[in-house]
């Protein structure tokens, strides 16, 4: 009887224990997640298409630091998937020329202004970085990575994110893809 | 007693290692961009399309008439390009005659062209020549050959050892994507337009001298993707 008590009661601390520390990171995408730049005038190919708030990024962090970064996925790293070309001439696309810009009201991101996207293997770091765990910083800090949520602080926890490329005339003529990754990941 | 002590701390122990035993949190979205980069070929002829010749002077019939940009054109291009000209007919269309005699046939050489831009082309416009009519051009449905006189770039793509001229605007590019078209007639007295690569001749009718006359002619100036 005594021995059944104590192993309860163990019991109950173990359970116990797991359930004040529950963790969780998720993020939605609030727009299309599908978006297609169409080059077809000479000006456009010179000033380029921007594309404001091409998606929206709502955080959730419960109780735990996170990082969000972002990179390309393609067959070939570095490239944009080819779905087929009008011409000859002219060298295939990298990925580079996609350019994007995370904001939000409180300019927590670390990348300032228009960046280029580069492979998953090489992220960009929007929050955080690549060593964990980083120091704590709170909203409305740049670098914000301290748990929350977009309901309470919109400011930090919730980004938009523009769209901009300016391919200018070296480029083959055709029709490209590619997939850009969001990841929130609990930094530890 | 120390079952219990041992019982107590198996349950501690285990319980510890549990509490920090799972995977990272993480979660994704993604993005699904197409970009479609269309091939654009813009040729844009900046002067009026119609250019006149008027010979009414004995000394105009001898000097000929030269008209410098008669014709202006620009280029604006997203692949490599040529471009390349020829009249649309071998001859000259007679609206009316001002004569009985004379010659109605007047071949498309007696037009001659000089282009501001220099092409690689074996067969070009890079001092003043004969433009080529369509039978000679050897132009077909609007395709070229190695016949045909280029202004830009010739027959043949790069990859095959031709060469072409590369995409970019007229703005950016002015020595290369803006021609300026030299125009010259030259009759002579008799007019018998001595400069023609072409003969008055050629179909057949013996008179060597051109019918006084109201004609036309259409010149064609095509702009391709590098060929």
């Not at chain 2, 109605?104 to 000089?114: D, S, V």
């Amino acid at each position: 009887m005594r021995i059944k008590t104590i192993v309860l009661i163990g019991l109950i601390f173990v359970f116990g224990t797991l359930g004040l520390r529950a963790q969780s990171v998720s993020f939605a995408l609030t727009t299309s997640p599908n978006i297609t730049f169409d080059f077809n005038t000479i000006q456009k190919y010179e000033t380029g298409i921007t594309i404001m708030n091409a998606c929206t990024l709502n955080i959730e962090a419960t109780g735990t630091q996170w990082d969000l970064y972002v990179g390309a996925t393609t067959t070939n790293m570095g490239f944009w998937d080819v779905t087929s070309t009008y011409g000859s001439s002219g060298s295939l696309p990298t990925i580079g020329i996609m350019k994007l810009q995370f904001r939000n009201a409180a300019a927590t991101s670390q990348m300032s202004g228009f960046f280029s996207l580069q492979d998953r293997s090489t992220p960009s770091y929007i929050i955080g970085s690549a060593g964990a765990p980083d120091a704590a910083i709170s909203c409305p800090n740049v670098g914000t990575n301290t748990a929350g949520n977009y309901l309470t602080n919109p400011s930090c926890y919730k980004f938009n994110v523009d769209l901009r490329i300016v391919p200018g005339f070296n480029l083959r003529p055709g029709l490209y893809t590619i997939r850009i990754d969001y990841v929130l990941i609990q930094d530890l | 007693m120390k079952r219990i002590l041992l019982i107590f701390a198996l349950v501690a122990v285990f319980g510890t290692i549990a509490t920090k035993s799972y995977a990272q949190l993480s979660d994704e979205e993604y993005n699904y961009v197409t970009m479609d980069l269309r091939g654009i070929l813009n040729l844009t002829m900046t002067t009026s399309p119609q250019v006149d010749f008027t010979f009414k002077t004995i000394q105009e019939y001898n000097l000929g008439i030269t008209r410098f940009n008669a014709t202006q054109l620009e280029v604006d291009a997203t692949l490599a390009w040529d471009l390349f000209v020829y009249a649309s007919a071998d001859s000259w269309t007679q609206v009316e005659s001002y004569s009985t005699n004379g010659n109605a046939y007047l071949p498309a050489e007696i037009l001659e062209l000089q282009s501001s831009v220099t092409s690689a082309a074996p067969v070009n416009c890079n001092a003043f020549t004969s433009l080529l009519g369509l039978t000679n051009s050897t132009v077909a449905a609007g395709v070229p050959t190695a016949a045909t006189q280029f202004l830009a770039g010739e027959f043949g793509t790069v990859a095959g050892g031709g060469s072409a001229f590369a995409p970019g605007t007229a703005a950016n590019n002015p020595t290369t994507h803006k021609f300026r078209i030299d125009m010259r007639l030259k009759p002579g007295i008799p007019a018998s337009f001595p400069n023609s690569t072409v003969l008055l001749t050629a179909n057949g009718n013996n008179e060597t001298y051109a019918q006084a006359g109201y004609y036309y002619l259409e010149v064609v100036y095509s702009l391709v993707e590098d060929l």
